[in-house]
Nanobody
Framework: QVQLVESGGGLVQAGGSLRLSCAAS????????MAWFRQAPGKEREFVAAISFSGGDTLYANSVKGRFTISRENAKNWMSLQMDNLKPEDTAVYLC?????????????????WGQGTQVTVSS
């Protein structure tokens, strides 16, 4: 059974930075693509970024490209999302996900494992 636990959320002013982490347990995810999604109140779950099993391939939503950086460290079964130049519209619960495939996808239905999420709030 895979468990994903996010951390690092919080309250930050516009223009600030946060670093989210996702720790996996249960088994190694070195052969699984991983991703970050976010969900704001009353809105659908939205793709943010994905990373391949090796970390060599990444995908980003247009809204975060150039501001967010996804990375992973397979030896530690860990993934992170560095978020810079945050905007109020980035406010949401951020969720870590993993899928049983080598490369990432932008579709939430294609992910098999999910964390509980961590709240990110950006004030203007």
């Amino acid at each position: 059974q895979v468990q994903l636990v996010e951390s690092g959320g919080g309250l930050v002013q516009a223009g600030g930075s946060l670093r989210l982490s996702c720790a996996a347990s249960g088994r190694t995810l070195s052969r699984n693509a991983m991703a970050w999604f976010r969900q704001a109140p009353g809105k659908e779950r939205e793709f943010v970024a994905a990373i391949s099993f090796s970390g060599g391939d990444t995908l980003y939503a247009n809204s975060v490209k150039g501001r967010f950086t996804i990375s992973r460290e397979n030896a530690k079964n860990w993934m992170s999302l560095q978020m810079d130049n945050l905007k109020p519209e980035d406010t949401a619960v951020y969720l870590c996900a993993a899928r049983s495939a080598l490369y990432g996808s932008t579709w939430p239905d294609e992910y098999d494992y999910w964390g509980q999420g961590t709240q990110v709030t950006v004030s203007s």
